[in-house]
């Protein structure tokens, strides 16, 4: 960020403070001399408690660079705030030497990132698949299966319930599969789908292929008119539906004007339909107009 002289983006950031999310890092030229941050500087200065509020409702922390500045300056002005609490984060480091003309250093913030395995493969089943009903009998005929008469003690009910655990992850291993989520993975995608577009890849046949685009736009249709009325007759939220859709443009809005004056307050707009109420007064109506309505 930049602040210039007369604090401009400090007293933005001071009045937009509870409207801003998580935040890592702040760094800039914040235009603020303070004795806690330039050597050269014995005094303190008006704005440091405004930056030390901000610096604390974001839980960010003043850090110093790994060596003290290396070069002559008159005064200090670039900070750089951390969030103490992110392991992520090292010390920043300054390179003068690339400074050459201008009146700023070059920061350097190390950002230590750890390795992390993202799986993108998961077991699944399909929904409203033949597997899916299949899954749902097993666990309907174990839970009828299970002896809950004997249920005396806590042992009793611990073994039942491993057994209805067991029996849910035995189901869930005979039935779910393995699939792959990349970026072009469909809600609506079945295996019907899969089966029309292997059979292209292996004729690379015309007719083929518009088979496949058939079968994609059926399957469409028939999952999207699915969802329609599971929003329109269940959540009853018709808002969901907006993500299908393009935003619509606002209508164009025209300014009232009245006597070639804009009404723009509530008084001018009031003013207008007096007296456009008086200048109909005792003229002749037209009740034809209303036929159209009835």
């Given at each position: 960020?930049?602040s210039?002289?007369?604090?401009?983006?400090?007293?933005?950031?001071?009045n937009?403070?509870?409207?801003?999310?998580?935040?890592?890092?702040?760094?800039?030229?914040?235009?603020?001399?303070?004795?806690?941050?330039?050597?050269?500087?014995?005094?303190?200065?008006?704005?440091?408690?405004?930056?030390?509020?901000?610096?604390?409702?974001?839980?960010?922390?003043?850090?110093?660079?790994?060596?003290?500045?290396?070069?002559?300056?008159?005064?200090?002005?670039?900070?750089?705030?951390?969030?103490?609490?992110?392991?992520?984060?090292?010390?920043?480091s300054?390179?003068?030497?690339?400074?050459?003309?201008?009146?700023?250093?070059?920061?350097?913030?190390?950002?230590?990132?750890?390795?992390?395995?993202?799986?993108?493969?998961?077991?699944?089943?399909?929904?409203?698949?033949?597997?899916?009903?299949?899954?749902?009998?097993?666990?309907?005929?174990?839970?009828?299966?299970?002896?809950?008469?004997?249920?005396?003690?806590?042992?009793?009910?611990?073994?039942?319930?491993?057994?209805?655990?067991?029996?849910?992850?035995?189901?869930?291993?005979?039935?779910?599969?393995?699939?792959?989520?990349?970026?072009?993975?469909?809600?609506w995608?079945?295996?019907?789908?899969?089966?029309r577009l292997?059979t292209?890849?292996?004729?690379?046949?015309?007719?083929?292929?518009?088979?496949f685009?058939?079968?994609i736009?059926?399957?469409?249709?028939?999952?999207?008119?699915?969802?329609?009325?599971?929003?329109?007759?269940?959540?009853?939220?018709?808002?969901?539906?907006?993500?299908?859709?393009?935003?619509?443009?606002?209508?164009?809005?025209?300014?009232?004007?009245?006597?070639?004056?804009?009404?723009?307050?509530?008084?001018?707009?009031?003013?207008?339909?007096?007296?456009?109420?008086?200048?109909?007064?005792?003229?002749?109506?037209?009740?034809?107009?209303?036929?159209?309505?009835?």
């Open positions: 960020m930049y210039n002289a007369n604090q401009t983006a400090l007293h933005v950031l001071c937009n403070i509870a409207n801003i999310g998580k935040t890592a890092l702040i760094t800039g030229d914040f235009n603020i001399r303070d004795s806690d941050w330039d050597p050269n500087y014995h005094y303190h200065s008006t704005h440091i408690e405004d930056l030390t509020a901000i610096a604390d409702s974001l839980s960010l922390k003043l850090f110093p660079p790994i060596k003290p500045r290396p070069y002559n300056s008159n005064s200090v002005l670039d900070l750089v705030f951390l969030a103490s609490n992110n392991p992520g984060f090292g010390k920043h300054l390179f003068p030497e690339i400074w050459r003309f201008s009146d700023h250093v070059f920061l350097l913030i190390t950002v230590r990132i750890n390795d992390k395995n993202i799986n993108t493969v998961i077991q699944s089943i399909k929904k409203d698949s033949d597997e899916e009903k299949d899954f749902v009998n097993d666990i309907i005929n174990s839970i009828k299966g299970l002896n809950t008469t004997i249920i005396m003690n806590k042992d009793l009910l611990l073994n039942i319930t491993s057994h209805l655990s067991q029996a849910y992850e035995n189901a869930w291993s005979r039935y779910s599969k393995p699939r792959r989520i990349t970026k072009h993975s469909k809600k995608w079945n295996q019907q789908c899969s089966d292997s292209y890849h292996q004729s690379r046949n015309l007719e083929d292929w518009k088979s685009k058939s079968s736009k059926e399957t469409k249709w028939k999952f999207f008119d699915k969802k329609i009325h599971e929003i329109a007759t269940s959540n009853k939220r018709p808002w969901n539906l907006m993500n299908w859709v393009k935003k619509k443009t606002l209508p164009s809005i025209k300014t009232i004007s009245y006597e070639r004056q804009s009404c723009n307050t509530l008084l001018s707009l009031w003013n207008a339909l007096h007296h456009s109420y008086n200048s109909a007064a005792n003229q002749s109506i037209n009740t034809n107009n209303l036929n159209d309505i009835t």
